[in-house]
Protein backbone atom coordinates (compact mmCIF):
# COMPACT_ATOMS: atom_id res chain seq x y z
CA UNK A 1 0.00 0.00 0.00
CA UNK A 2 3.12 2.36 1.16
CA UNK A 3 4.40 1.59 -2.50
CA UNK A 4 1.16 2.51 -4.62
CA UNK A 5 0.87 5.63 -2.21
CA UNK A 6 4.33 6.90 -3.22
CA UNK A 7 3.66 6.16 -7.14
CA UNK A 8 0.35 8.10 -6.73
CA UNK A 9 2.43 10.96 -4.84
CA UNK A 10 5.74 11.34 -6.23
CA UNK A 11 6.01 15.01 -4.49
CA UNK A 12 5.65 13.55 -0.84
CA UNK A 13 9.46 13.08 -0.34
CA UNK A 14 8.74 12.08 3.06
CA UNK A 15 6.22 9.45 2.07
CA UNK A 16 9.02 8.10 -0.66
CA UNK A 17 11.56 8.07 2.64
CA UNK A 18 9.84 5.57 3.73
CA UNK A 19 9.41 3.92 1.11
CA UNK A 20 13.42 3.70 0.54
CA UNK A 21 13.40 1.95 4.13
CA UNK A 22 10.79 -0.14 3.75
CA UNK A 23 12.88 -1.86 0.70
CA UNK A 24 15.72 -1.91 2.91
CA UNK A 25 14.18 -3.55 5.84
CA UNK A 26 13.09 -6.14 3.05
CA UNK A 27 16.69 -6.45 2.07
CA UNK A 28 16.15 -4.73 -1.42
CA UNK A 29 19.36 -2.66 -0.92
CA UNK A 30 19.58 -1.29 -4.39
CA UNK A 31 15.82 -0.71 -4.69
CA UNK A 32 16.03 1.31 -1.51
CA UNK A 33 18.66 3.56 -3.18
CA UNK A 34 17.27 4.04 -6.05
CA UNK A 35 14.18 5.48 -4.02
CA UNK A 36 16.48 7.96 -2.25
CA UNK A 37 18.25 9.30 -4.41
CA UNK A 38 15.80 11.59 -6.15
CA UNK A 39 15.91 12.90 -2.23
CA UNK A 40 19.09 12.82 -1.60
CA UNK A 41 19.49 15.01 -5.12
CA UNK A 42 17.04 17.48 -3.84
CA UNK A 43 18.15 20.80 -4.87
CA UNK A 44 16.78 23.19 -1.57
CA UNK A 45 19.23 20.59 0.44
CA UNK A 46 16.43 20.07 2.94
CA UNK A 47 17.12 17.90 6.36
CA UNK A 48 15.40 15.36 4.51
CA UNK A 49 17.82 15.91 1.69
CA UNK A 50 20.71 15.11 4.10
CA UNK A 51 18.93 12.76 5.87
CA UNK A 52 18.61 10.96 2.72
CA UNK A 53 22.53 11.41 1.81
CA UNK A 54 23.69 9.91 5.04
CA UNK A 55 21.57 6.83 4.53
CA UNK A 56 22.55 6.24 0.91
CA UNK A 57 26.15 6.02 2.56
CA UNK A 58 24.73 3.51 5.22
CA UNK A 59 23.26 1.34 2.76
CA UNK A 60 25.93 1.27 0.63
CA UNK A 61 27.85 -0.51 3.09
CA UNK A 62 24.76 -2.95 3.65
CA UNK A 63 24.86 -6.37 1.45
CA UNK A 64 22.21 -6.87 -1.07
CA UNK A 65 19.07 -9.71 -0.11
CA UNK A 66 20.01 -9.60 3.72
CA UNK A 67 17.36 -7.31 5.21
CA UNK A 68 19.20 -3.85 7.05
CA UNK A 69 18.88 -3.58 10.52
CA UNK A 70 18.14 0.30 11.02
CA UNK A 71 19.24 0.10 14.57
CA UNK A 72 22.92 -0.06 13.98
CA UNK A 73 22.71 2.92 11.71
CA UNK A 74 24.01 6.07 13.41
CA UNK A 75 23.30 9.32 10.95
CA UNK A 76 26.53 11.67 10.12
CA UNK A 77 26.64 14.41 12.70
CA UNK A 78 25.36 17.05 9.79
CA UNK A 79 22.19 15.68 9.33
CA UNK A 80 19.05 17.41 11.53
CA UNK A 81 17.09 15.19 12.56
CA UNK A 82 14.27 17.25 13.85
Known amino acids: MLVKAARLAPFDLGQAFQVGHLFASEGSVAAAIGVLQPIAANPHGSALS ?24 VPTPEVDME
Open 50 to 73: RQAQSTIEFLRTQPEGVPVNFGSY
